[in-house]
């Protein structure tokens, strides 16, 4: 069974920092491009990084605009799984964070690209 599941949301105050995971499970997290989106209430779901498989070599990673700077996504192959590190967070940042999985190589930040999604993971900017 294709699954992926988030892990890492929460509460944080203005500045701070979170690391989510995106686990998968039933297929390998390698050979696929994965991206990271958010989905704030009463707001369209929106794109915030995405990476192309590794298969071996470099990868290309990309980011809106509004986290450039901010977030770093990354993929540990042997442990099946991508983060998104989260620094100097914000107010606007705060969502439910989803991973998914486009079952071919090249990355995409376009939501309607991918066929596999996790469960969410909320996070909270709050003071």
């Known amino acids: 069974q294709v699954q992926l599941v988030e892990s890492g949301g929460g509460l944080v105050q203005p500045g701070g920092s979170l690391r989510l995971s995106c686990a998968a499970s039933?297929?390998?997290?390698?050979?696929?491009?994965i991206g990271w989106f958010r989905q704030a209430p009463g707001k369209e779901r929106e794109g915030v990084s995405c990476?192309?498989?590794?298969?071996?070599?470099?990868?290309?990673?990309y980011y809106a605009d509004s986290v450039k700077g901010r977030f770093t996504i990354s993929r540990d192959n042997a442990k099946n799984t991508v983060y998104l590190q989260m620094n100097s967070l914000k107010p606007e940042d705060t969502a439910v964070y989803y991973c998914a999985v486009r079952r071919v190589a090249s990355a995409s930040c376009i939501r309607y690209d991918y066929d596999v999604w996790g469960q969410g993971t909320q996070v909270t900017v709050s003071s």
């Open positions: 990476i192309s498989s590794s298969g071996g070599r470099t990868y290309s990673a």
């Open positions: 039933g297929f390998t997290l390698n050979y696929y491009a």
